[in-house]
Each structure stands twice: as structure tokens, then as C-alpha cells.
């Protein structure tokens, strides 16, 4: 498959089969998609990254994000684990409804919450469902190299731990480099930023990988951030909808210069799937918003600036970002941007969805 159609492919639902439900605790089910053989490469993933789905809601469509809790290091299906949030919509659905054999319309993967390059100790915390991607990193890990790993895992109570024997599994077939902290609510109290920064402590050389709800995100950033660990070091995936962000303080100055900065642009040109396109840029729109309301299909899905699924190389020009919660420094200085906060700061725009 030539570059470019694989980055056509890239951008594009498809419909999957299921072929395989399993039921892991009383709110969460996994699901495995199957991938036709034509489709190997344009689903190929590292351990960490997710999948968009698109799920009927109500007449219309819901788009959520799952990651994939399989490696691709030492397994050959693609699976997700889907956990009922009280009153969700998507999350409930997917539980309620998909079974084996039925068809779903899925992205290929995305996302940079993979693991970095290096060779010391690695620290993950994961809160319920967020231990998806935190598992997939640790099997990732423990097949290659050396590096010790170690996992603290929060849940409310012991029934509520998602892949419990799979874990216990390897810690027992690595002893020597994974070893595993359950905190539960019901048992240990709830997890403080405090015994975040105890855990910290005796391994502040390594490098943290955290995910879960936006509130255990928070705990264990602070308690991360109190054990004066570097923010280079601190890599993170937050399992929010966008009903509970808050714009911060920082959020609102930002989101305020960039849209400042937009009166200066006319032209935006954009390439996708192959084709490129020239489009005029009106005041208070970011990239995505023009090119989707010019009938160009970009990928995209929470709009929010923490899935990363719209990110596309700035070829030429600058835009600013309202927001960023997911692209790394790197990232950055790499020429990425979210097409769905970035705003054009210059007289022409040139970004392509196509560049890898
Ligand atoms: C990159 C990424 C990867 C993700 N991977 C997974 C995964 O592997 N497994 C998984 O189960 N979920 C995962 N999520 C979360 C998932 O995408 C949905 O946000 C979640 O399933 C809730 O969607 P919903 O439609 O059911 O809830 P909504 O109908 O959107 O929300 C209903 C209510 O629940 C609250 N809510 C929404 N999400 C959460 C949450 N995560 N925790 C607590 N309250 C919440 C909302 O504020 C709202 O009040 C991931 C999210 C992201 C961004
Ligand atoms: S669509 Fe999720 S970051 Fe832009």
C-alpha cells in the first residue's frame, strides 16, 4: 500500500467485526475487532495508543475513544475494554448492545501515549479503566529489555479490578522486574497525593506513565509534582468526556491570544487524503472547523485537545493552540498541531494530514 493511501486509509471509519466479547468485571467488557488482512498495516499500533468508535446514539452518533489494552508485541488481537460510567451513553451502549459477530465502525489508532525510549526503571499508575493502555505498556516492557516495572492500580474494591489474573500472571512469570500495587478504596482509603509521593519516592529515577479519570489524574499529578519529579518525565493519557473539563485559568489566557491573533489570516490550505485545497479562513475558526465546514474530512474526534486523533504537520505559517493536553514538547518542535485547537496566527496556513 503506496504512503499515501495508507494515510487515506488512516482517516476513515471502518466498519469491523467483533470477534470476541469478554466479560471482565460486572461493568466492563472487552472487545476484540477483528482486522481484515487488507486492512494489517493501516491498524498497526503501538502498545498505549487507542481506537475511535463510532457509536449510535439517539438518532445520531456518539464519538469515544478506547484504548487498546492488547501489545502488538505479544499478541495478535486488537482488543479494548469498555467500562460502564454511571448515566454514559457510548460506554453503557457498547455493553449493552455489541456482541460477537457484530459490526462496528472503528479509526485506526492513534494517540502518543506510547512508551519513550530508554533504559531505566518505569512507574505507571492507572485508575480503573485507565489501566487499558497502562497494561498494554507493561506487556510491551516485559518482553523486551530490562527496565523494572512497577504499577500502582486503583479501584474502589477488589471485584472491580480489570484484568486482575492477567496481571497476577506477570508478576509471577517476572518477578524480578514487575511488581504490582493494588490501592483500593474500600480497603486502603482512597488513593491521597500524599501516598502518591510516598510510592514516588523510592523510585524518582524513573520514568511515569499515568492514566485513569480526570480526578485520579489530578491526585497523582500533584503527588508526582510534590515529589519533585521533572514534567519531561511524566508522560499521561486522561480518560475524560468533554462535559467534565473545566477550562483552566492557563486554558482561557491561551485560548484568548490565539483567537487574537487570527484577524491576520486570509488563506488556508490544507492537504488531505491526497488532495489539496485552498480555503478562506474566517475570523474565530480553527483549522478543523474550516476545512470540515468546506466539506474537506479530516480526522477528528473528542475536539477537545487531548485525543490527538486531528493532529496534522504545520507546513508553513504559525497557529496557536487554545489548548494541548496531549502532544509532547517533541511533538511540537516536530511541526505537530491539534487541528481542532489550532488557530491561525499568519496571512496563509499550510497544514497537511498526510505528512507522518
Ligand atoms: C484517549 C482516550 C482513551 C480512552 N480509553 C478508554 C478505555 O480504554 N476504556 C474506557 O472504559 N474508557 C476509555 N476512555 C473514556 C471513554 O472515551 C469515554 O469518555 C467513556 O466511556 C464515557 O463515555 P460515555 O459516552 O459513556 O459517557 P458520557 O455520556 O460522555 O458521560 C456521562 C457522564 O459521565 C461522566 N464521565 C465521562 N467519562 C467519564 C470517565 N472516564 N470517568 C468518570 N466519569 C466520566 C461525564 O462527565 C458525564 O457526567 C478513553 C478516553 C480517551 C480520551
Ligand atoms: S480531535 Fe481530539 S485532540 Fe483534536
Same mark, same amino acid.
Given at each position: $500500500? ?8 488512516? *482517516? /476513515?471509519? *471502518? ?17 476484540? +475487532? ?8 493501516? &491498524?498497526?499500533? =503501538? ?8 457509536? !449510535? ?18 499478541? /495478535? ?15 453503557? #451502549?457498547?455493553?449493552?448492545? +455489541? ?13 502518543? &501515549?506510547? %512508551? ?8 505507571? &499508575? ?21 527496565? !523494572? ?24 512469570? *517476572? ?6 500495587? *493494588?490501592? %483500593? ?17 523510592? /523510585? ?11 480526578? &485520579? $489524574? =489530578? ?12 514534567? =519531561? ?12 473539563? @473545566? ?41 478543523? @472547523? ?8 479530516? !480526522?477528528?474526534?473528542? =475536539? ?6 486531528? $493532529?496534522?504537520? %504545520? ?20 511541526? #505537530? ?15 497537511? #494530514?498526510?505528512?507522518?
Amino acid at each position: $500500500m503506496s504512503d499515501e493511501t495508507l494515510a487515506q486509509q488512516h *482517516h /476513515h471509519y *471502518h466498519p469491523l467485526r467483533i470477534s470476541r466479547v469478554v466479560e471482565e468485571t460486572a461493568d466492563a467488557r472487552s472487545f476484540v +475487532v477483528e482486522i481484515p488482512e487488507d486492512l494489517r498495516e493501516v &491498524f498497526r499500533y =503501538e502498545a498505549g495508543q487507542f481506537l475511535t468508535f463510532k457509536v !449510535p446514539y439517539d438518532g445520531g452518533e456518539l464519538l469515544r475513544c478506547y484504548s487498546l489494552a492488547s501489545s502488538p508485541d505479544c499478541e /495478535h488481537e486488537h482488543k479494548v475494554t469498555v467500562k460502564r460510567i454511571e448515566d454514559g451513553r457510548a460506554s453503557n #451502549w457498547l455493553n449493552d448492545n +455489541v456482541r460477537e459477530g457484530d459490526t462496528v465502525q472503528v479509526l485506526p489508532p492513534a494517540g502518543r &501515549f506510547t %512508551l519513550r525510549p530508554g533504559d531505566g526503571p518505569v512507574m505507571l &499508575f492507572a485508575g480503573g479503566s485507565g489501566i487499558t493502555p497502562v497494561i498494554a505498556i507493561v506487556k510491551t516492557l516485559l518482553v523486551a529489555g530490562s527496565r !523494572p516495572v512497577r504499577l500502582v492500580y486503583a479501584n474502589r474494591d477488589a471485584d472491580s479490578v480489570i484484568f486482575a489474573s492477567e496481571l497476577a500472571g506477570l508478576a509471577a512469570k *517476572h518477578p524480578e522486574r514487575l511488581s504490582i500495587v *493494588h490501592s %483500593l478504596d474500600d480497603r486502603d482509603g482512597f488513593l491521597t497525593a500524599e501516598r502518591v509521593k510516598q510510592h514516588v519516592a523510592a /523510585h524518582a529515577d524513573a520514568d511515569f506513565y499515568l492514566c485513569g479519570p480526570g480526578v &485520579f $489524574m =489530578e491526585i497523582v499529578e500533584d503527588g508526582i509534582e510534590a515529589a519533585g519529579i521533572p514534567r =519531561e518525565r511524566v508522560f499521561k493519557e486522561v480518560f475524560v468526556s468533554l462535559e467534565d473539563d @473545566q477550562p483552566t485559568e492557563e486554558d482561557l489566557v491561551r485560548a484568548a491570544e490565539a483567537d487574537a491573533g487570527a484577524a491576520g489570516c486570509e488563506t488556508l490550505v490544507v492537504t488531505v487524503d491526497g488532495a489539496t485545497h485552498e480555503l478562506v479562513y474566517a475570523e474565530g475558526k480553527t483549522v478543523l @472547523q474550516t476545512a470540515r465546514e468546506a466539506g474537506v474530512q479530516p !480526522p477528528f474526534s473528542c =475536539e477537545d485537545g487531548y485525543c490527538s486523533c486531528c $493532529m496534522a504537520k %504545520l507546513v508553513e505559517g504559525e497557529v496557536k493552540m487554545r489548548k494541548n493536553d496531549c502532544l509532547t514538547q517533541r511533538d511540537l518542535d516536530d511541526g #505537530w498541531v491539534l487541528t481542532c485547537q489550532s488557530v491561525p496566527q499568519t496571512r496563509t496556513v499550510k497544514i497537511d #494530514w498526510d505528512a507522518s
